[in-house]
């Protein structure tokens, strides 16, 4: 502890931990005379943790996804400040896409190719030690739709048709908060953060309301792109709920958060320090408040009051401690303590019980200066218990001062708010009580004010020429003045050009520069005046020029015909300067109540030089004359001679009377107070009147300081109140007020409506009507009626949900309102309330109603699968809003074909039960477009629509096929799942369409078991996989997909894994009859490339080197996934012998190279295998089901049984 101090100095510079010292401190100061405590005062060291390692994974999104990136910053003392920053350490743009919340965290509405990096880096400052943590950056890969679409039109002809799915435009959500409600609770005074952010393309944009209200101004600000709310110096009245909307083009999102406003103690009346002398009454005040209410506890020298020594002189009543004929023994200090779960307030209070005759601080015999027409003030400093009273005398045998000319203040100084010459000599303070009398002399000596009697004046000079500024003063002769000269507010040039005189400034050989504006500064130890004058420097004119300025300011003002309200003002103009003077302004200054401020008072003609001017009571007036020319108004004259009109009677009454009550007992009365020249005397005050209305009931009145708010306690619940407020002062009254009416504080309406009815107009539209409630029930002002109305079940899905209630306001004294919006065949209910200034009443009964059937939405989705030669299989999902009971659903399809012209019309109807249908007798290889809609009892709702197409006969012989040549799914989908089984293991490969880089697993079962599919991953994009493990003898179900998009899988295939065999499997690749087939087939391939080097050389065209090098060679085998050894080549189905005769190829997707002449241009499909007899033909294949999902093309080589049927 500092010596001769109350300071605890608590260093660790030189050793020791801070951890040692974290606690609680609270200092006592003791004296015989009580012990006074401080507020509690919490130590704790700070602290800068580093982060958590944690395995940060890359983050692949697509494109216009949303994106959050965490921050998780390790928790510290104080928390720390975050931001976000790159490798190089500039911090990451923000915009309405890309912002950072208030947790940290870096949030994305949607991503673009550009937000790819692998250095989002989340810092933590920690400003207390100084410190910055970093996290592990964090890398992002964004998958462009672009992108994609660019790599499969390089391998398309101008003419193929394929599209990647372009990036889906979505309706906004929410990313934080989540939910469709939660709730905030915040302290008085301190700031209020809420914060929305949202997901969508486009970038949503946010919008922030408060029900039932309005954001309060000049406290509301919007932060990060409107997404947080901030309010400031949060009080009660900013509780309530918020909402937040997120709105684009395709719809919006909306989020409450409902806010309550707490409160730590805060004062209304602190104790304050009382000074009581023996025998005397007092009382200690002590009352906060808080939400929640806070506790009042008294200690006596920082000992609970109950526990303290007894007092008989002192009794505790709640907030309030009260003294009766106090001793000096009672002498102590009291602390109150106001505490809620929030805080507490303490504070000391010092009750000194004293017996002091009077003495005065003031020195004696000190001398106070001033300037004539200006306050004077005289201190008498005293102390003294009981307190003195102050009497002021003027001269020896003076008499006791009093009347208007006087202000007495209670600190025991004398105030003469004009004094005069005659005010001049002796005045004697004289302090007494029941103890004794003392008495003090100060001396007053009242100046004359220093004036310039003859001010600088406006000057045009040749070059080169010479000129003088006069500056000649009066003054006190008691005083010393000094002049200063300035130009252009700055001291004069360092020159010996510049000679300054007693009375003058002289500037010899006047050049450019010396251009500006001169000013002479008067000052004394009293007072200070200045007046200027322009140079202006010009060239030699060879004739004399007329000069036009601004009229030099009048001079020798004088009043004369002094009256209560009235005076005359006379003064003489000073020189026009070539332009006629075209009027006066006079302007006045109130010494007593806005010094130094000087208003309007009137205008005159340019001719007229006295002017009759109204008076107010109570003002010291002061008059100054301005001039007006053409070119401009003149300086303002020097003020007139004060003069101080008498006291009278208020004029006037406040404006603006109301009587609004803020609680239901109370009547809170307002008013617009009087301006200081409005009082006409000192001592302003107001008659506050009141009485019920309708009522025999006498006035009720109370006299209240300047205020303008007085509060009527114990009033009867919203009734109307007549009300008159009416000025006072020292003189008397003002004119009798005008009445308005007010009315007390509402209550909460006591009724509900009644006779509540519904009229359902529609599927979506219901009227409701209700009896008005009787207006005595309503205990204030009616402001409407609202109407509560909810969903509780779909009548076709007899499921309920969660309850979103909905809310309609009917303003005024209505009896009826639409309700729109409604979802037709559903059951709603809903009540009515009424609505006052204080809030809602009781609900009326909850009133069902139903609303009839409307036409359904769209099937949830329509799949097209299993195409045959003549059939194709189609499923559905039913509507996800039915809207009523379905009927049936309507298919409509036509063929189109290969120039897009659609074929002749065909509709079937399907019984509502249904939800699949094949279609047969269809022509092969054709495409088809298909129109699916389901109806009601009302009509039919709105179609979707698909296409597909039936696939080529099976002969051998090649049919023309719409299309051919041409790539034709539309959407990414896996394919021609085959798989080569073995006793443990088996060969599972796949044909896969649509973008690169997609990310495959495999999941297989036990055929007609009911366990849940096994999944395994897929290293890199290749399209086989081995899958181990397996038992003999047994058939699995397997299936492909793609990671990460939903739905996105290759139809079932059912293989069987060989029986147990003693015996090694044979390896195929070891067979005779393999290689010589090997053999044959490069035979065959080494005669077409000699016959293709003939022809060239002949300059004939048969370019089929190209197409070969798109096809795999059959000699290199893939590699297995985990050994490294080469895979088996198999058939279908393991171990059968190979039977002579051509095979199903593969339908491999080749794709075409910058060549356009190639043997597979001489077949009509897409993919050119070998037949039997060496002939090179082709198999179209046509669109499978569609897969709405996106993946990656693989580029690996085609796996072993791919390879073993294209070349068989």
Known sequence: ??????????NIMNGGKAEAYEGVYQCTARNERGAAISNNIVIRPSRSPLWTKEKLEPNQVREGDSLVLHCRPPVGLPPPIIFWMDNAFQRLPQ???VSQGLNGDLYFSNVQPEDTREDYIC????NHTQTIQQKQPISVKVFSMDSLNDTIAANLSDTDIYGAKPVTERQPILLTPTGSTSTKVELRGNVLLLECIAAGLPTPVIHWIKEGGELPANRTFFENFKKTLKIIDVSEADSGNYKCIARNILGSAHHVISVTVKAAPYWITAPRNLVLSPGEDGTLICRANGNPKPNISWLANGVPIAIAPEDPSRKVDGDTIIFSHVQERSSAVYQCNASNEYGYLLANAFVNVLAEPPRILTPANKLYQVISDSPALLDCAYFGSPKPEIEWFKGVKGSILRGSEYVFHDNGTLEIPVAQKDSTGTYTCVARNELGKVQNEVQLEVKDPTMIIKQPEYKVIQRYGQVSFECIIKHDSTLLPTVIW????DELPDDERFLVGKDNLTIMNVTDKDDGTYTCIVNTTLDSVSASAVLTVVAAPPTPAIIYARPNPPFDLELTGQLERSVELSWIPGDENNSPITNFVIEYEDGLHEPGVWHYQTEVPGTQTTVQLKLSPYVNYSFRVIAVNEIGRSQPSEPSEQYLTKSANPDENPSNVQGIGSEPDNLVITWESLKGFQSNGPGLQYKVSWRQKDVDDEWTS???????????????????????VQALNDLGYAPEPSEVIGHSGEDLPMVAPGNVQVHVINSTLAKVHWDPVPLKTVRGHLQGYKVYYWKVQSLSRRSRRHVEKKILTFRGNKTFGMLPGLEPYSSYKLNVRVVNGKGEGPASPDKVFKTPEGVPSSPSFLKITNPTLDSLTLEWGSPTHPNGVLTSYILKFQPINNTHELGPLVEIRIP????SLILKNLNYSTRYKFYFNAQTSVGSGNQIT???????DEAGILRPAVGAGKVQPLYPRIRNVTTAAAETYANISWEYEGPDHANFYVEYGVAGSKEDWKKEIVNGSRSFFVLKGLTPGTAYKVRVGAEGLSGFRSSEDVFETGPAMASRQVDIATQGWFIGLMCAVALLILILLIVCFIRRNKGGKYPVKEKEDAHADPEIQPMKEDDG??????????????????????DRTVKKEDSDDSLVDYGEGVNGQFNEDGSFIGQYSGKKEKEPAEGNESSEAPSPVNAMNSFV
């Open 912 to 915: 509502a039960n249904e939800s």
């Open 123 to 126: 810092y933590a400052r920690f």
């Open 486 to 489: 300035l130009k252009d507010n």
């Open 1125 to 1146: 050894t080469f895979g088996e080549y198999s058939d279908a189905e393991d171990h059968k012998p190979l039977k002579k005769g051509s095979r199903t190829p593969s």
């Open 95 to 97: 915009s309405e896409r």
């Open 702 to 724: 109370v006299i209240v300081a300047n205020v303008s708010k007085y509060i009527v306690s114990g009033t009867p619940t919203f009734v109307p109140y007549e009300i008159k």
């Open 946 to 952: 698909e296409e597909a197409v039936t696939i080529m």
């Open 1 to 10: 502890m500092k010596p001769n101090s109350g300071t605890l100095v608590i």
